[in-house]
């Protein structure tokens, strides 16, 4: 087993990211909440401001993910296996869509997906790693 995530963040720190939906510890640093604040956490600080930070994201109704090439993401308790994680031009988030026949797609909902946020999934497009398609929304 790996204890590195893709990139170079360790899985804790990846996981401690994503369920904390890369929310900021405070807004002056912008230091993310890492890998000590989800051990706090486990270890039952419930009550601290990472404890605080990491329940926000189960009382929202949110769901934890992995997808098929090992990113994590957090997004709406309504996604299905098959759904598909999508940038739309001009958006600032990534979103959940869901194929509906072979030419429409339903939005399910926006999430957060560690690894695909900063500008991370634009650099795969301009790699050729992926690629951008039409489709109508539903």
Not at 22 to 35: E, I, L, T, V, W
Not at 103 to 128: F, I, K, P, T, W
């Amino acid at each position: 087993r790996t204890s590195r995530y893709l990139g170079d963040d360790s899985l804790k720190q990846a996981l401690a990211c994503t369920l904390t939906v890369g929310k900021a510890k405070d807004h002056n640093s912008r230091q993310p909440y890492g890998r000590e604040d989800l051990e706090e956490y486990l270890n039952g600080g419930t009550e601290s401001k990472a404890g605080l930070a990491f329940g926000e994201a189960i009382r929202a109704q949110q769901t934890f993910f992995t997808t098929g090439n090992g990113y994590m993401g957090i997004g709406s308790n309504r996604m299905q296996i098959g759904d598909k994680i999508c940038v739309l031009f001009g958006g600032d988030v990534l979103f959940i869509l869901r194929p509906v026949g072979k030419a429409y797609q339903r939005l399910v909902g926006e999430c957060y997906v560690h690894g695909l946020m900063n500008g991370e999934a634009m650099a795969m497009l301009d790699s050729g790693e992926v690629k951008d398609q039409f489709f109508d929304l539903l």
